[in-house]
């Protein structure tokens, strides 16, 4: 379909609906505890001394400025009265379960991306369940009366557009935007609802004096490319509510990944070294979410001068974890930046293990354990800047919850037990002369 600006967004219909719950964790434990229901609470650690940060807070925590990854002392001095709750994985994976359970009832085209969140496409399930509209609600009733919880419900001719729906009413909100409807929707927003634009974006566009979607919409798009390059396209696109990503079923999803480009070309090593942890914590923490581990790791690494070179090497183990993904993009990704400007960074994890019927936070003290060990490694590594994490979200990089902004390998098809370096750009690390997807890969990190 043809809008009338002349976009097509390949779309007729709107029948992409993204799910998400509202303050999940926080939400699990004041469905459990009812002293805490209309009570700030904060999910995470130890409380308001402990060194680690928040997992979530409920919305009247949110009231005091409370945030997830903000440190639990920030936490404690904004929400003096907050009551501080330990996180329960095990109790949120069953009802992430129960919850997509009940998403695979309305079609199988679900896409789950997080622990709490799920792409719908109900294009062939109306037949059985009404129009799209009626769909998300008849999926908030069953979440809620089966469960307890409330989730917040877009529906779109895109991804990008439904989830900025989704977003906008929170909590327990239903927001429809109907197919052309998409760039008048978006217009009175502020550009930071864009996915990519982190505040130092937000900042660029204001200079050029564009702060609304609207505004962005109606640039000059090669005053954009100019000023942002590639990124500017995207923007443009995203402007116009634009998002070709199809909602992916488990099964197709073979790998996760996530990309930044710098708002500023840099060879800061430090800067480039925060970008790949960053991106190697979205990667495992999407994987988390999917139950899944990755065999492998790809960086992609687009210089100055829009050279990309994307190279993989297997992992000694799959894993889901941030610390082992980050050792093996820098390693992977070093040699690459070495003397060069860099434009973009990209991590990807491949070679995906089938979903773990266990769970996200099976055998749990032993991943805790390693968790606890990753966390340790990054502090070593980074001094006692304590919440890399934090500081990476605040930077506008992608949060450990998005959607992946590439999704390269799925998109185009790529099957990965296949060894068809010509379909893909993709090399081998020389040093890592191994079959991918054997289980006996010697310990390339150690
Ligand atoms: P989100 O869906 O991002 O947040 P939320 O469900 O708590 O709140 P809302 O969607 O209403 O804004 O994340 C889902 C859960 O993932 C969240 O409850 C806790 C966990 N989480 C973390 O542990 N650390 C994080 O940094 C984030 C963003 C989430
Ligand atoms: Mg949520
Ligand atoms: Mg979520």
Redesign the pocket.
């Known amino acids: 379909m043809t809008r009338p600006d002349g976009v097509g967004h390949g779309r007729e219909r709107a029948t992409i609906l993204p799910v998400?719950?509202?303050?999940?964790?926080?939400?699990?434990e004041q469905r459990d505890r009812p002293e805490l229901r209309g009570k700030p609470v904060i999910?995470?650690g130890g409380g308001p001394d402990d060194r680690g940060?928040?997992?979530?807070?409920s919305?009247e925590a949110?009231r005091f400025g409370v945030r997830?990854?903000m440190p639990l002392r920030t936490a404690g001095r904004l929400c003096p009265e907050g009551i501080f709750v330990p996180?329960d994985g095990a109790k949120?994976q069953a009802e992430s379960r129960r919850v997509m359970t009940i998403l695979r009832r309305f079609t199988s085209r679900v896409e789950q991306v997080?622990?709490?969140?799920a792409f719908l496409d109900v294009a062939g399930s109306e037949a059985l369940f009404g129009p799209p509209e009626e769909i998300a609600r008849r999926i908030k009733a069953a979440i809620h009366a089966e469960t307890g919880l409330t989730a917040?419900v877009g529906v779109a001719t895109s991804k990008l557009v439904a989830k900025i729906g989704s977003?906008l009413r929170?909590?327990d909100g239903l927001v429809v935007v109907p197919a052309g409807e998409e760039a008048a929707f978006l217009a009175p927003l502020p550009v930071s609802r864009l996915w990519g634009v982190g505040p130092a974006t937000t900042t660029a566009l204001a200079e050029l004096g564009v702060r609304t979607i609207g505004d962005l919409a109606r640039m000059p798009p090669d005053a954009l490319e100019r000023r942002f390059g590639k990124h500017g396209v995207e923007l443009i696109d995203g402007a116009h509510g634009i998002d070709r990503d199809p909602v992916h079923e488990p099964e197709a999803v073979k790998s996760v990944g996530h990309e930044h480009t710098f708002d500023r070309d840099t060879s800061d090593p430090e800067e480039l070294e925060r970008t790949l942890l960053g991106l190697a914590d979205g990667v495992a923490?999407r994987l988390r979410?999917m139950g899944r581990r990755a065999g492998t790791v790809v960086v992609k690494v687009r210089d100055s001068g829009f050279r990309t070179v994307t190279r993989q090497a297997p992992l000694p183990e799959p894993t889901d974890l941030a610390e082992p993904i980050f050792q093996a993009a820098l390693r992977l990704a070093r040699p690459e930046m070495r003397g060069k400007r860099i434009r973009l960074l990209g991590v990807t994890g491949t070679h995906l293990d089938e979903p773990d019927q266990l769970g996200l936070f099976s055998s749990e003290d032993d991943r805790r354990h390693r968790a606890m060990q990753a966390a340790d490694a990054l502090k070593r590594k980074f001094g006692d800047r304590t919440i890399v994490?934090?500081r990476l979200?605040d930077r506008g990089l992608p949060?450990?919850?998005e959607r992946d902004p590439s999704s390269p390998l799925a998109r185009r098809g790529v099957d990965e037990s296949s060894d068809e370096p010509e379909r893909v750009t993709f090399e081998r690390d020389p040093d890592a002369d191994l079959a991918p997807s054997e289980g006996d890969a010697p310990d390339l990190l150690t």
């Open positions: 998400d719950l509202d303050a999940f964790f926080a939400a699990v999910v995470g940060v928040v997992s979530t807070a919305y949110r997830s990854a996180v949120y997080s622990i709490d969140e917040s977003d929170k909590p923490w979410g994490r934090a979200l949060a450990p919850f």
